[in-house]
């Protein structure tokens, strides 16, 4: 009796109704040691309260039982779940019994005295019944309450049942699809070759699943992802078909509208920068694959701005769609018209596609351009300047090719617009080169070729070596190292200096960190650039670097240019939240620019920096003279320390002491130094020769 071990009977809970305490043991000693509970009760009444509460999985009762007879007990076990497993035990084979036992629907009668091999078997088969019974219900429940569409066929394709979540989907009632072909539902986008692969597979894997386009009850089609498993043995041997069905047309308009948004203008419906990018290469592919010649023309519309600072926005996006209308209209659908931006728009010509020559559509182009249109009751006129790059002449990649465009048009407005141009062949060497920094720079950033170099700070009130400045340089293959005046602008152009801003921090803190065994104090002053300070992450990415790296916000000085700040909200929210964290700021480049004072009052500078361009006119200029000690003691006045960039003669920094500045930096102490020379000059301390020289030359 291999059941007695097995998980369904070991966990069986059963209860036990009979009135004679001895037999109540008996049956109790036959069954307690396979199964896992065993509930006993006295008599009927106690029994049916028993049930109520244990939720047996089979009851074993006696007729003749005191309160409630057995058969009566059942009946209204019945009456509350049809589906309870009841054994009747009985000493008795009355008729009117065993009649009554057939109308209740009891799954057992074993009679006294009790064979303890059948009471088992009875109660095994009982657990069985139960289990598949159980499994019914749970799967009736999960076909009705199921979200997905439920639709069951059987060989010939014929619908024998449908959920309500199908009625649901199609807007069929299962009345009108139970004994239709499932064919009713085709719609008619899906060949006989569709249908016949998907049969096919499913006789031999029995499963098949993939989106299926439908037609609903009221004619409209629809896409879902239909999934078919076949179910064999259960039908006599026929095999079913089990699909289950998910309406996917919301995502699909969903991924639709996300594509249009990812690749396509919203105000014109052109393809956007992406789309064009892809589009390019693969032209550009092609043209070098079939050895064909293809143009790039960057369009500017002139005017446009005078039009849309005076007729407004809306006005100015219904010139923007005209224009856009023009060109498609103009051109071939082989041909691609992109919106770049603003009033910039890029088109791709193959030029097999125009047998007229490519000078003829620029020119076709201009014209049409430049007729005049309504605007509502307001006639406009604008035009157009076309830059144009060549494959293969100009370029021979894409991104150069679009480079090249970009330089010819503006050839084209200085030529008094109105008109195309060809790349120029400086414009185009610039172009190159420019690219080719570009490149560069960002296979620097994944490969690391940038390094530091320090420029000491002195302070001419105690000659102590107050902070360093950290200068990023660049390695290149070619060029070997630059400084930053060479490829920073370019970084900022390409995007990539909030994450070189973060490196380099890091790599300085670093540096500065390894040698607290000789200058434990050293501050840091480490350039912010405009993308950096308006990075919505600024702040925690910089705060965490400082924090891995050991190093104290209060040895941190942020050098931030006058430009990146004004009119810059984001950036001095940047400015306060760092200064919160207890780090420092100076002000870059003091004087050279707009130089806004009320900006200085209201944000948190420590310092100011005298720009370089004063300091090395102070020896021949008396006005700039003048001017450098009027800054001097203007930063005084606000309680801010001067520090004066540039300096590289004896006298310019006596001129610096004398006036009050501050702190001094430049060549005068020694070129921008890697981490190991600066070492050497905190240990020899370099700098105090060069001051000392110059006190005792004031003394002679």
């Known amino acids: 009796m291999s059941y007695l071990v097995s998980p369904l009977f070991a966990k069986a809970r059963i209860l036990v109704i009979e009135s004679d305490p001895a037999m109540r043991a008996h049956i109790e000693s036959i069954i307690l040691p396979h199964v896992g509970e065993v509930f006993l009760a006295k008599n009927g009444e106690e029994g049916l309260r028993q049930w ?32 309870a497993a009841i054994v009747v035990i009985s000493s008795s084979a ?52 199921a979200n997905e569409g439920i639709i069951v066929t059987n060989e010939d394709r014929t619908i024998l049942a449908v ?29 006989p070759e569709f249908y016949r692969a998907m049969w096919d597979t499913l006789r031999t894997h029995s499963r098949w699943s993939g989106e299926i386009v439908n037609r609903r009850k009221d004619g409209v089609t629809f896409s879902e992802w239909l999934s078919i498993a076949a179910v064999d043995g259960e039908f006599q041997g026929s095999r079913r078909y089990v699909g289950l069905i998910s309406d996917i047309s919301e995502r699909k308009k969903e991924e639709e509208h996300i594509r249009r948004m990812a690749h396509f203008d919203a105000l014109t419906g052109l393809p956007n920068r992406l789309l064009f990018n892809d589009r390019l290469q693969r032209a550009v592919a092609r043209a070098q694959r079939h050895r064909q010649k293809l143009a790039v023309l960057y369009v500017d519309l002139d005017r446009f701005k005078e039009i849309n600072d005076t007729y407004g926005h809306a006005v100015g996006d219904e010139v923007l769609k005209t224009m856009a209308d023009r060109m498609l209209s103009l051109l071939r659908h082989s041909d691609t018209v992109s919106r770049r931006g603003g009033d910039e728009f890029v088109v791709i010509l193959e030029l097999n596609e125009h047998p007229e020559g490519l000078a003829s559509v620029c020119e076709k182009l201009i014209s049409e351009l430049k007729q005049p249109f309504l605007c509502g009751k307001t006639q406009l006129e604008l035009g157009a300047s076309i830059g144009v790059g060549r494959f293969p002449t100009d370029a021979t990649d894409p991104e150069t090719l679009l480079a090249a465009a970009d330089s010819a048009l503006y050839s084209a407005k200085a030529a008094g617009r109105g008109c195309f ?66 490829f920073l602008e370019v970084a900022e152009d390409i995007g990539i200096m909030p994450e070189l801003g973060q490196l380099a921090l890091a790599e300085a ?17 480490i350039d912010l650039s405009a993308r950096q300070l308006s990075a919505p992450d600024a702040v925690p990415k910089l705060l965490d670097t400082l924090v891995r790296a050991g190093m104290q916000t209060r040895y ?28 420092k700021f100076t002000l870059d480049d003091f004087g050279a620019g707009f130089c806004s004072f009320g900006l200085i009052c209201q944000l948190p500078m420590s310092s100011i920096k005298i720009d370089r361009t004063f300091i090395k006119e102070i020896d ?19 309680g801010l320390r001067s520090v004066a960039e540039g300096v590289e003669t004896p006298s310019q920094l006596e001129f610096l002491r004398q006036s009050g500045c501050e702190a001094v930096q430049g060549y005068i102490f020694g070129k921008p130094m890697t981490c190991n020379e600066l070492r050497d000059f905190i240990v020899q301390e370099k700098w105090r020769g060069t001051l000392n020289d110059r006190a005792q030359q004031l003394s002679t």
């Open 620 to 638: 021949r200029a008396p006005q700039i003279r003048e001017l450098v000690a009027a800054l001097i003691a203007f930063s005084k006045r606000l």
């Open 509 to 525: 803190v670093r540096e500065l960190t390894s040698l607290n065994d000789i200058h434990a104090n050293l501050g840091l002053v």
């Open 163 to 191: 959920n309500p979540a199908f009625s649901e989907i199609t807007g069929y009632r299962p009345d009108e699809v139970i004994g239709e072909r499932t064919s009713m539902l085709s719609s008619g986008v899906h060949g």
């Open 94 to 145: 009355e008729t009117e019994h065993l009649r009554r036992a057939i109308d209740i629907g009891v799954d057992g009668y074993v009679f006294k005295p009790v064979d303890p091999v059948l009471l088992l078997d009875v109660i095994a088969r009982c657990l069985r019944d139960r289990k598949r019974v159980m499994e019914l219900k749970l799967a009736r429940m999960v076909f009705e309450v």
């Open 556 to 583: 941190i000085t942020f050098e931030c240019p006058e430009t990146a700040l004004t009119g810059n909200e984001v950036a001095q929210q940047t400015l306060f939240r760092l200064a919160y964290s207890g780090c």
């Open 421 to 486: 141009r060809y790349i120029e062949q400086d414009a185009q060497n610039s172009a190159r080169n420019r690219l080719d920094m570009e490149r560069e720079l960002r296979d620097g950033l994944k490969n690391w070729r940038y390094s530091l170099r320090y420029l000491p700070e002195i302070s001419l009130l105690d000659g102590r070596l107050e902070n360093v400045e950290a200068l990023l340089r660049f390695h290149h293959p070619e060029f070997g190292l630059l400084d930053a005046g060479r």
């Open 52 to 83: 109520c509460l244990r939720e047996p999985d089979v009851t074993l009762t006696e007729i003749s039982v005191p309160s409630i007879d057995g058969l009566a007990m059942s009946e209204q076990i019945k009456d509350q779940d049809p589906d």
